[in-house]
Nanobody, 123 residues
């Protein structure tokens, strides 16, 4: 299974960006999906997760109310809509596939990872 993240780039503070993650296999519709990020010199951290059906989502406190995760199983794609971006959101964003169908923040439950896409928020 391969995951291809896209949509990163340079955005101004307060702006918006949508990330996409395309999966290579339709059976991915049975898996929970998530987004993580890693800033320079920091550990990779959880951002958001969504269950296989899209009916359940989880968010890190730092992005709650600003980011929205969604999925389209017909397109094998997961999205991360990011609004009201801040400089501290600057990081490489990774999409990941879990081996469980639920939304989970536990990094150990993810065994498929995309290559990452850089998001830089600048004033």
């Amino acid at each position: 299974v391969q995951l291809q993240a896209s949509g990163g780039g340079l955005v101004q503070t307060g702006g918006s960006r949508r990330l996409s993650c395309a999966a290579s296999r339709r059976t991915f519709s049975n898996n929970g999906m998530g987004w993580f990020r890693q800033a320079p010199g920091k550990e990779r951290e959880f951002v958001a997760a969504i269950s296989w059906s899209g009916g359940s989502t989880l968010y890190a406190d730092s992005v709650k109310g600003r980011f929205t995760i969604s999925r389209d199983n017909a397109k094998n794609t997961v999205y991360l809509q990011m609004n009201s971006l801040k400089s501290e959101d600057t990081a490489v964003y990774y999409c990941a596939g879990a081996r469980v169908p639920v939304a989970t923040a536990a990094r150990a439950r993810y065994n498929y990872w995309g290559q990452g896409t850089q998001v830089t928020v600048s004033s």
